[in-house]
Nanobody, 120 residues
């Protein structure tokens, strides 16, 4: 099993910045793609950004130029730097990874979610 622990959310004013972190632990053999999703009230969960183990990134159009995803493979951690935040970025942000564990099983794992609120 793999556990994902998220941190870094909170309340920020429009135009501000936050940095989310997500550390994976457990019976990890390899972490493949890692990513961040978000879900606002009354809306479906959507991809925000993802990054492969090789460092290739993908972003939702709504966050391009404002958010940056990165990962530290030595720490099994993925980050999301969020700048120029807007009220519409308010949501619960979830970390996700595709991982192979030491028993050779491969599946996706999700973090519990971290609230980000952008408001004046």
């Amino acid at each position: 099993q793999v556990q994902l622990v998220e941190s870094g959310g909170g309340l920020v004013q429009p135009g501000g910045s936050l940095r989310l972190s997500c550390e994976a632990s457990g019976s990890i053999f390899v972490l493949y793609a890692m990513g961040w999703y978000r879900q606002a009230p009354g809306k479906q969960r959507e991809l925000v950004a993802s990054i492969t183990s090789a460092g290739n990134t993908n972003y939702a159009d709504s966050v391009k130029g404002r958010f940056t995803i990165s990962r530290d493979n030595t720490k099994n951690t993925v980050y999301l730097q969020m700048n120029s935040l807007k009220p519409e970025d308010t949501a619960v942000y979830y970390c996700r990874t595709d991982a192979r564990t030491t028993d050779w099983a491969r599946r996706e794992y999700w973090g519990p979610g971290n609230q980000v609120t952008v408001s004046s």
